[in-house]
Antibody, heavy 124, light 109 residues
Framework: QVQLQESGPRLGKPSGTLSLTCGVS?????????WTWIRQPPGRGLEWIGE???????NNNPSLTSRVTISVDKSKNQFSLKLTSVTAADTAVYYC?????????????????WGKGTTVTVSS | EIVMTQSPGTVSVSPGERATLSCRAS??????LAWYQQKPGQAPRLLIY???TRATGIPARFSGSGSGTEFTLTISSLQSEDFAIYYC???????????FGQGTKLEIK
């Protein structure tokens, strides 16, 4: 079955860039799914960051879109998140997930497979 | 942005009893709604999608209902492992941005 694993630095500096990668195993990133990033600040709820299809099409959270880049590397079967100009408010557990295709809209829908999450702290 | 509002924030229920959790959307999302369960230190787990379809391996005591703007997750005969935080999430056709509710904590009474 498909498994996802987040990786990347656990600590970032204010005004810097947060970069995370999600490795996909047990399946192909070129399947007809979308691949999603979600985050959860300490003690708070879930926030959808954005999603990407293997075609390169993306959808982002409007509140983060100016700082977010999501990309896919089909050769490595992985996708990545870059978040620029980070502050302490970006401290969170970051999850990657697989989203099923919404056949009506062509974008992603619900997330049926999740990685375990990685904690990223932004601090000087 | 479609805003999802869950109620109550916390609900206390005894094992063996029924729990009813609510989720409201700020505009119609048709049946494009999912429910997740999250336990401390774990990633969320998909329970229900398309408002009422149980995900693979989810026990029959979990059921979802509703459409449009009002949705309900019902857990009949609560088991000890059901005490967790529950989130709803919309995936309406437009706009493509997904949003979660703020969560309902289900605790043991």
């Amino acid at each position: 079955q498909v498994q996802l694993q987040e990786s990347g630095p656990r600590l970032g500096k204010p005004s810097g860039t947060l970069s995370l990668t999600c490795g996909v195993s047990g399946g192909s990133i070129s399947s007809n799914n979308w691949w999603t990033w979600i985050r959860q600040p300490p003690g708070r709820g879930l926030e959808w960051i954005g999603e990407i299809h293997h075609s390169g099409n993306t959808n982002n959270n409007p509140s983060l879109t100016s700082r977010v880049t999501i990309s896919v590397d089909k050769s490595k079967n992985q996708f990545s998140l870059k978040l620029t100009s980070v502050t302490a408010a970006d401290t969170a557990v970051y999850y990657c997930a697989r989203s099923q295709l919404n056949s009506a809209s062509g974008s992603g829908s619900y997330m049926d497979v999740w990685g375990k999450g990685t904690t990223v702290t932004v601090s000087s | 942005e479609i805003v999802m509002t869950q109620s109550p924030g916390t609900v206390s229920v005894s094992p063996g009893e029924r729990a009813t959790l609510s989720c409201r959307a700020s505009q119609s999302v048709s049946s494009n709604l999912a429910w997740y369960q999250q336990k401390p230190g774990q990633a969320p787990r998909l329970l229900i999608y398309d408002a009422s379809t149980r995900a693979t391996g989810i026990p029959a005591r979990f059921s979802g209902s509703g459409s449009g703007t009002e949705f309900t997750l019902t857990i009949s005969s609560l088991q000890s492992e059901d005490f967790a935080i529950y989130y709803c999430q919309q995936y309406n056709n437009w706009p493509p941005a997904k949003t979660f509710g703020q969560g309902t904590k289900l605790e043991i009474k």
